[in-house]
Each structure stands twice: as structure tokens, then as C-alpha cells.
């Protein structure tokens, strides 16, 4: 019986980035994959963005499995609720999330880091500056949603920035196998931040990936598929 592979999506993205990645995985796991709210189109959420909402949607996902047994790979932030879920959620959640992997999840936030992230989500600017990136965001979230995935997702990182939603001190309540993984050409993510949370995981490993810039599409598949597989099998 194949090991069940849960795929997280990071912001502004969605489920469909990551056909590829599923393509290799598919000969040795189960791969699930799931857009986080509003995320790939829907209604619009009345409430605000946050990690703890997108948590609810992975542990609305673990319901809909019956809790069973199931690894996670998280890419972004992706990796970062997968943590989260772990942190704050009953036996019952924690006992079937086998194992996780990250990939780029930045935890140094801090309100000048929130600050210059959000500053470049601004929807005008995009459609302006970068016509193509807005052409990609209209048809991944629908011309009706995208603006608005845009400034839900930088009112949440100026939060995060204020009131990060994982403590340092909560990293060592982690007591599963994790692996957190960063791209020596990552330009949001640094290796010191990634390494220090590692570092603060009981038992938790650190790689980095060479050659590695942070948009997903800029990833070697191939490459990630055998770390993820590496790691998981």
C-alpha cells in the first residue's frame, strides 16, 4: 500500500501548480491535493485571511479522511500551516500527520518583513508593472477574486509581522519528523531562518537546495521529488 502525500499550496497560489510535482510522486504515494479558501476561485470568505483559518481547512481535509495516516509536503506557506496544525491541534489530528516537509516557508516574520512583502502585492501595481504575473493571478483565483486574494493575503502577512501565529517557543511541542528545506537562490526565504527553526524542532533536519529559487515553477520537480521521496519513504 502506497504512503498518502498531502500537497500544500503556498499564498496566492492554488492546488493546480503542482501537477507536475504530483505526476512524479504518483508511482510511490497517494497524492492528495486541496485549494486553502478562496484560494482557485470560490465565494468570497467574509472573514479575513489568516494561518489558523487555513488550518481549519487542513483539519476540515483530515476529517474528510477519517484521520488516517498521512505525510505532508508544504511549500511556502503551506509549510508554515502544516507546522501550525501540529502545534495547536488535539492527538486525534496530531497522530495521523505522519511527517512533514517544507520547502521556502519563511518564519522570520517581523513588522519590517511583513511591511515589504505586502508592499509588493498591491493589485494596481501588479497589472501595471507585471501584466503577465496579473494574467496568471486572473486566472488562478478568477477575474472577480484576484484583488482581493491579493490584499487579504497582505493585510494577513502585515499581521503576521505584528503577532507571528508560531511562537519560537512553540516550535519544541513539534515531536514528529520534519524536514525544513530552503533554495540557495531563495529571495524571501534566508538559510539562518530556516536552519534556526530547524534547529528549535525536536529531532527536525535542514537541507539546502542548490540551485534553488523561491516560485515553485523555478523548481527542478525532479529533483524535489526525490528529496520528498528521500524523506517520506
Not at 106 to 116: C, D
Not at 127 to 138: T, V
Not at 187 to 195: A, C, G, K, L, Y
Amino acid at each position: 500500500m502506497k504512503n498518502k502525500l498531502l500537497i500544500l499550496h503556498g499564498a496566492l497560489g492554488s492546488q493546480e501548480q503542482f501537477e507536475n510535482l504530483e505526476e512524479n510522486l504518483t508511482d510511490e504515494f497517494e497524492v492528495y491535493k486541496f485549494n486553502f479558501t478562496w484560494h482557485g476561485g470560490g465565494d468570497i470568505p467574509p472573514q479575513s485571511f489568516s494561518i489558523d483559518l487555513f488550518s481549519k481547512d487542513l483539519i476540515e481535509f483530515l476529517k474528510k479522511q477519517n484521520f488516517q495516516d498521512i505525510n505532508i509536503f508544504g511549500y511556502s506557506m503551506g509549510g508554515y500551516v502544516a507546522l501550525y496544525t501540529v502545534i495547536n491541534s488535539n492527538s486525534l489530528i496530531n497522530n495521523c500527520i505522519k511527517k512533514i516537509f517544507t520547502l521556502g516557508t519563511k518564519f522570520n516574520w517581523n513588522p519590517e518583513t511583513s511591511r515589504k512583502e505586502a508592499s509588493m502585492l498591491n493589485p494596481e501595481d501588479i497589472e501595471s508593472k507585471i501584466p503577465k504575473f496579473a494574467d496568471i493571478l486572473k486566472k488562478r483565483h478568477t477575474e472577480k477574486n484576484w484583488k482581493s486574494v491579493l490584499n487579504k493575503t497582505a493585510e494577513m502577512m502585515i499581521n503576521l509581522g505584528n503577532n507571528p501565529e508560531i511562537k519560537t517557543e512553540d516550535l519544541s511541542k513539534i515531536d514528529i519528523p520534519v524536514l525544513i528545506t530552503v533554495g540557495d537562490k531563495d529571495n524571501m526565504v534566508t538559510i539562518d531562518e530556516s536552519s534556526t527553526v530547524a534547529g528549535k524542532i525536536n529531532g527536525a533536519k535542514f537541507k539546502v537546495l542548490e540551485n534553488t529559487f523561491h516560485p515553485i515553477e523555478k523548481v527542478d520537480i525532479e529533483m524535489l521529488s526525490n528529496e520528498i521521496k528521500n524523506f517520506i519513504n
